[in-house]
């Protein structure tokens, strides 16, 4: 993956696509993934899977283990 992409723009660009498309946002994040992975974009498609699962533990409604509520 490109080391200039910091989790902290993971978790922004997988906010912004919950913001504009809601519970389908992983899904448009997967879709993405394939579409890089189809032509030959590897590091592109790690980048949006990581994105889509992100969007996934933002839309969860469990708490990771061990974590603290602010």
């Known amino acids: 993956m490109c080391a200039m992409i910091q989790s902290a723009d993971i978790y922004r660009t ?6 504009e498309y ?9 879709i993405k993934a394939d579409q890089l992975r189809d032509i030959g974009d ?4 790690d980048l949006w ?3 889509a699962q992100v969007a996934e533990e933002l839309l969860s409604d469990e708490r ?5 509520m602010h």
């Open 22 to 30: 809601g519970e389908l946002a992983p899904a448009g994040a997967f």
């Open 64 to 68: 990771p283990t061990n974590s603290v």
């Open 49 to 51: 899977m990581r994105v």
């Open 14 to 19: 997988a906010t912004l696509l919950i913001q």
């Open 42 to 45: 590897n590091d592109g498609r």
